[in-house]
């Protein structure tokens, strides 16, 4: 794998991937398990800024992310407990964008969160996504949400490609038996 013709290496030392780092944002499933409960919202959105070494105002970059993905500004002196889950993941996506990545990897960034919530989240990736010029890389087994979110989409199963194409296309018009398994599964409401 290449990100503008320069290789990503899973074995290279930890210095050499720093420009990665410096250019992908991650949300993990589990908003809750991803954030350090001794640390405040202000501080876990911080972290990037400090360990990329971006220069700058540090604190308001934190207050101007943290009001744009919804949060009230007195959010950064708050810690995680304190919070809801939905508001906890905005954390999180605060976290991963706080630095300005080109790339936003999310590991099934809605499937912790309740039905009204997920849509809140939803609405705001959409919208980062036109905002900011920002590739999403979306794992997930939601094909709702790959729908909304995602142009292109690549089905593996057991971790190799079985298919990829434009969204759309797969998702109607599948080619590979496992994709086809995949998207009958799919609970639909009959017609009455």
Same mark, same amino acid.
């Given at each position: 794998?290449?990100? @503008?013709?320069? +290789? ?23 908003? /809750? ?40 500004? @007195?959010?950064? @002196?708050? /810690? +995680? ?51 900011? =010029? ?16 995602? =142009? ?5 199963? @057991? ?14 018009? +599948?080619?590979? =038996? /496992? ?14």
């Amino acid at each position: 794998m290449s990100i @503008d013709g320069r +290789p990503v290496d899973a074995t290279a030392s930890a210095k050499s991937l720093h420009w990665l780092r410096r250019e992908t944002g991650l949300v993990f499933q589990d908003p /809750y398990a991803s954030l350090d409960p001794r640390m405040t919202a202000g501080q876990i959105v911080r972290e990037p800024l400090w360990a990329l070494g971006i220069d700058g105002d540090h604190r308001a970059r934190v207050r101007e992310v943290l009001a744009q993905v919804g949060l009230e500004s @007195d959010a950064g @002196d708050r /810690y +995680p407990h304190e919070f809801s889950g939905g508001q906890r993941q905005r954390i999180a996506l605060a976290r991963a964008i706080v630095h300005r990545p080109r790339i936003l990897v999310g590991d099934e960034p809605l499937s912790a969160l309740d039905v009204t919530v997920r849509a809140q989240i939803l609405e705001l990736l959409i919208e980062l996504r036109k905002t900011t =010029d920002l590739t999403l890389l979306l794992v997930s087994h939601d094909i709702g949400v790959v729908q909304n979110l995602c =142009d292109t989409v690549v089905v593996m199963k @057991d971790g190799h490609i079985v298919e990829r194409g434009p969204t759309q296309d797969v998702l109607l018009h +599948p080619t590979q =038996d /496992y994709t086809k398994t995949l998207l009958a599964a799919i609970p639909v409401i009959p017609d009455r």
